[in-house]
């Protein structure tokens, strides 16, 4: 089987729009995008500056739509899946890959995701740190030592030995000294603007929840894995709901990729920029062949 997945927040980079072949797609969906949220979203994703496209509320939809466009493309070259997930805000691109929802639906929604989030980080700035090379219990520790100086949670479990933690700015700087005390591989921050999959994202959870029931929602065509289980999931007022609590929820990428494995997917695309879930499944997974869209297309 193959699995299209696509990344989250973190990916975006400046000139990331033009690895993506000229093509009547590219341009469609851009001018699309750019109609919904009010600006030149493919001059952003062209020439940033960095520190404009890595705010969150223009992040989102930029993402949404690159990953979008290279979905469209390689369905065209008749690479095709048979499951598809997404990490954190992926899951919009693998709904819209999957035909669940629009692509109007999918910009719609991650613009609003990523105003709301700006607005809730604004009011209480929070970050992210990725640590990697500590056991479940030492990360415990960090998380119960750091908590004395603010929110702190467990936000992403993405392969055997990385995590990602989310909270408050002085509990993740605080964090980041104590992983760095008992030795881990790496304690990097993000490169976020808030604490995503934390309680600091509970404000935002009614208006959002407001946006997603608004939309219209399919029955996917394709399997998809969503985050807060890690369970095929058919219904579109289920899968409405698990979007609402990936907001303050954690992200379950392990289990994703190992349900993926148990279901027999042996090839995987990372359909949008870089390469960090290839980094993530060539950790967890073995005897599977991971390709990047950006490679397919600039090879």
Known sequence: ?????????????????SKIPESSIKKELFDKASSIVGFDLLEVCEKG??????????????????????????KERAIKPDIVAGHSLGEYSALFSAQAISFETGVRLTRTRGLLMKGASDKSPGSMLAVVGLSKEK????????????????????????????G???????????AKEKRARLARPLNVSAAFHSPLMEPI??????????????????????????????????????LKKQLTGSVKW?????KMDSLLVREFYEVGPKNVLKGLIDKTLSNVRVELAEEVFNG
């Open 168 to 178: 408050s700015v002085e509990a993740i700087n605080q964090a980041t000294l104590v």
């Open 49 to 74: 500056p960095d520190s404009l496209l890595t705010s969150t509320d223009i992040t989102q939809p930029a993402l949404f739509t690159v990953s979008s466009i290279y979905d469209i493309l390689l």
């Open 254 to 258: 392990v289990d994703t990729l190992l």
């Open 139 to 166: 990360v415990d520790e960090v998380i119960s030592e750091a908590s004395k100086f603010g929110v702190i949670v467990l936000a992403n479990y993405n392969s055997f030995d990385q995590v990602v933690l989310s």
């Open 205 to 242: 959870v009614a208006e959002m929840s407001n946006a997603i029931d608004k939309e219209e929602f399919k029955k996917p065509e394709i399997p998809i894995i969503q985050n807060v289980n890690a369970e095929i999931t058919t219904e579109p007022e289920k899968i409405k709901e698990n």
């Open 1 to 17: 089987m193959l699995a299209f997945v696509f990344p989250g927040q973190g990916s975006q980079y400046v000139g990331m729009a």
